[in-house]
């Protein structure tokens, strides 16, 4: 197969939905890895009439259902080019209420995950002088109360990603995007789907001037895969219209 080949981890709904998106319309073939039987399903449906597409059910903080995914994916379409680790969850709890268990899952999730499809890619990303992108957040650098599961797996990715670099590099570029305040709403499966509600407020704390898409994520993860990226690795991004720079006063 001479079409170049991608898997987008959480790739069902959301920003992961709008990368694949982006990605088949620039002919790539991708397979979306997602714990959610019913998006992956009903995106699968919506993406077929728009290229070569695969969904895979898969817990990414499981390694052997990480290894099952890379070997589908390779049956399917017997090459593999890009790897974005884009799955997350999120366990918002006073840090004296949080359990344990929370605590170990979102970071198998967010971290524990991207780190093992990373592991398992790397062969078959090193033959095709692949690529890696890791979905990150500003939360990795400001934070509002009780996120600190999230916030703590979202500042390792960003680690993960320059230590990856350096370990896979130069025949792999491995890079990250921290997306700020997405709205995500209106691109969840139909029956968790509602219509935003932005007001003034919201727009105005952007520099930018309004809140960001998955979209705008996607499209900075269609750049980093191509070959007009090819001097960028270990760096990353954020995308956040300018909100982490923004002094506050009050």
Request: one cysteine or more; hydrophobic letters at 45%; aromatic letters at 4%.
């Amino acid at each position: 197969m001479n079409t170049k080949v991608a898997i987008i981890t959480g790739g069902a709904q959301g920003i992961g939905k709008a990368i694949g998106r982006k990605l088949l319309s620039h002919g790539m073939a991708i397979v979306m890895a997602d714990n959610d039987k019913e998006a992956g399903r009903e995106t699968l449906a919506e993406f077929q009439a728009l290229g070569a597409v695969r969904f895979i059910a898969a817990d990414v903080a499981s390694e052997p259902q990480v290894k099952k995914l890379v070997a589908a994916t390779l049956k399917a379409f017997g090459r593999l080019d890009v790897l974005v680790n884009n799955a997350a969850i999120s366990a918002n709890t006073a840090p004296t209420k949080l359990s344990l268990a929370d605590w170990n899952r979102v970071l198998a999730v967010n971290l524990t995950g991207a780190f093992l499809c990373a592991k398992h890619a790397a062969p078959h990303l090193n033959r095709r002088q692949g690529t890696i992108v890791n979905i990150a957040s500003t939360r990795a650098y400001m934070s509002e109360p009780n996120t600190e599961a999230y916030s703590a797996s979202k500042g390792g990715l960003v680690a993960l990603t320059h230590a990856l670099a350096m370990s896979l590099g130069p025949t792999i570029r491995v890079n990250c995007i921290s997306p700020g305040w997405i709205e995500t709403e209106s691109s969840k499966k139909t029956s968790a789907r509602c219509v935003p509600v932005l007001s003034a407020a919201d727009r105005q704390q952007h520099p930018a001037g309004r809140v960001g898409t998955p979209a705008d994520i996607a499209a900075l993860v269609d750049y980093l895969c191509s070959d007009s990226a090819g001097f960028i690795t270990a760096a990353n991004f954020m995308v956040d219209g300018g909100m982490t720079r923004k002094m506050i006063y009050v």
